[in-house]
């Protein structure tokens, strides 16, 4: 398993982002004086509206990705290329999450902000495909 330390280090990583997008979504939220829950009015120009997508946007993606990079540490797909579809994952999330909470054109929809979705699910698609691979 040590060979895959890199990997793991990178999973937990991941693991980390969704409860650090929480406690930001919620502290941003007492801040307000907001209640916990969905945030009112739904617009990409709301601040504490992006705050709250970005951490459920992180939470969705998670499952997707962890899960095949745990498979695939089991079924013995390269430290290598595990290492390197996880940290690429890892840095077009965390860009991902800057640029929606950043705001502006480039956090709307049909822009960067989706170029950088479709591209980690891409990579989770290459996973998947790398660990079915392995296993059989």
Known sequence: MAAYSFS???VLALCLLPIVLA???GS???RAGALSGPVLPLDD???LYRIDRAHMNMVEALPPFVVPALLAMRVGVGPVTLATLVWIY???RLIHVAIY???GNAAKGGSIRTILYVSGALVT???IAVTAVAAI
Do not use: D, E, F
């Open 125 to 127: 698609v290459v996973l």
């Open 45 to 47: 120009g709301n601040l």
């Open 101 to 103: 909470l950043r705001g």
């Open 8 to 10: 793991v280090v990178g």
């Open 23 to 25: 406690v930001y979504s």
């Open 28 to 30: 941003s939220k007492g």
């Open 90 to 92: 890892v840095a077009i």
